[in-house]
């Protein structure tokens, strides 16, 4: 059943020669050919180590991105990746620069991730292949806007959904059955400081909710019944610190309760930067399944493993525990720089979740 009991975000850390492929290309040392070999290489390997390591939906680790959210953005009709802008302000660092931009009317007619996603089906073998694309709520909040192309918001909201729609049938067609959509945008909400943001655009707060239920909602709005669609709400992750803090609660209702065509939910509550459980309250489907990100990919550190199933315990007080899967709070590396941690306490902490997951949901 996917989301799988012991799951995983979806990136990992970059080996050493892809590292190094990448800068050789940027520096025109090597052919973009080259640098593909390169990839397809290690993304092969990643996906037996994956398998080796007790998982069951299998990423390409995002090896072919620089960004987790960018380079799927940029790829769109009307929407352009440059590095001239400075990068996000997150707790104690700037990131490096990047950035996208609108150039024309938002859309999908084809892009280099469904290719991507082939490659990995190609090689998952018996494993799940699970694709990682941002959400459109990545593309609302994180674009810079162009008024000439768009005086209004609402022709923007529109062809931002038909674009996902379009790309959703996409992957489906090359044989997704697993898609999942990563979205920092959630967490402008769960602040009085990301609410500030969001004002300071001329943006009110409660009116913003509804617009990220909404992309979410009619952009899934026909998806295939057997399509498998989760959602990772994160706080930021780079270089192993975070973008923004607080609870779930100002969106609670929203994120548990109304959005109807999500399937999975993979949370951050990994340390108190996340708040409680409580928000858990309002989710109405049974068939919703909850993904507890309880230990951290920032770190090598193993947590303890019983406070872990004592707060699995906990969610399990206002969810089913059926209903109830485990992960690290967010991937390894959300950019080519990665976290701070080794490959090996990489896997020692997914083998960690599994071992958990198996103590908890087979004993």
């Known amino acids: 059943m996917i989301p799988f009991r012991n799951d995983h975000v979806g990136s990992f850390l970059r080996p050493a020669n892809l590292i190094q492929a990448r800068e050789q ?34 990423t390409d680790g995002e090896f072919r991105r620089s960004w987790w959210h960018f380079d799927f953005l940029g790829g769109l009709d009307g929407v352009e990746l440059y590095e ?11 990131t490096r620069k990047g950035g996208i931009r609108i150039v024309g009317k938002v859309g999908f007619s084809t892009h280099p991730f469904i290719q991507h996603f082939e490659f990995l089906k190609k090689h998952a073998g018996d494993a799940v292949a699970k694709q990682t694309i941002p959400s459109p709520n990545m593309l609302l909040y994180r ?9 209004d918001r609402e022709p923007f909201l529109q062809d931002t959904i038909a674009a996902y729609q379009k790309a959703i049938q ?3 067609d090359a044989g997704c059955r697993y898609l999942q959509l990563d979205d920092t945008a959630w967490a402008d909400l769960f602040s009085e400081a990301g609410h500030d943001k969001l004002r300071a655009k001329g943006w009110d707060p409660a009116e ?36 923004t803090t607080g609870s779930y609660d100002y969106a609670s209702e929203v994120i548990f309760g109304g959005l109807e065509n999500v399937d999975g939910l ?23 399944k909850v993904v507890l990100g309880l230990l951290t990919s920032k770190s090598g550190e ?8 004592a707060r699995i315990a906990e969610a399990a007080t ?19 720089e990665g976290n701070i941690l080794t490959e090996e306490q990489q896997w020692r902490k997914l083998r960690f979740v599994k071992e958990i997951a198996d103590e908890v949901w087979n004993s």
């Open 25 to 58: 290309y940027k520096s025109g040392n090597i052919t973009y050919e080259q640098l593909t070999v390169v990839e397809d290489n290690e993304i092969i390997r990643i996906i037996e180590k994956q398998k080796e390591n007790g998982i069951a939906a299998v």
């Open 84 to 94: 001239e802008t400075a990068g996000p302000q997150f707790h104690n660092m700037v």
């Open 143 to 151: 674009v810079e806007y162009n008024e000439d192309i768009y005086k």
């Open 170 to 172: 996409a992957f489906y």
């Open 208 to 243: 913003e909710l509804k617009i990220m239920q909404r992309m979410i909602n009619e952009s899934l709005a026909h998806k295939p019944k057997d399509l498998v669609v989760t959602m990772h709400i994160c706080r930021g992750n780079y270089k192993s610190n975070y973008f």
């Open 266 to 288: 993979f949370l951050e509550f990994d340390d108190e930067r996340s708040g409680g459980f409580e928000s858990l309250k309002y989710v109405n489907r049974k068939n919703l």
């Open 302 to 309: 193993l947590e303890d493993k019983e406070q872990i199933k």
């Open 318 to 336: 206002y969810v089913p525990l059926d209903q109830l899967c485990l992960s690290p709070q967010c991937g390894f590396s959300s950019t080519e």
